[in-house]
């Protein structure tokens, strides 16, 4: 999904994760997730899953790079 300067329109189907997309772009702006501010906790809720258990394997054998979190975004 591209989203151009301006107005954008999201649809999408039940469940298809248009209302993720607003809390994805709400975490980017705010740092905060469920009320509360990802900078003071790290959460398992802002972490994929399926990354994290790919990491896990890959333990096993050669690690894979981790992703960074940083404090500061560039928008």
Known sequence: MTLEEGLNIVVGDNEAGKSTI???INLALTGIIIGKSIWNE????????????EYIVSLGTAPIALNKICGETEI
Do not use: T
Request: hydrophobic share 45%; glycine share 0%; charged share 25%.
């Open 42 to 53: 790290i959460s398992q809720y802002i972490f994929n899953k399926e990354a994290v258990d």
């Open 22 to 24: 607003l809390e994805a």
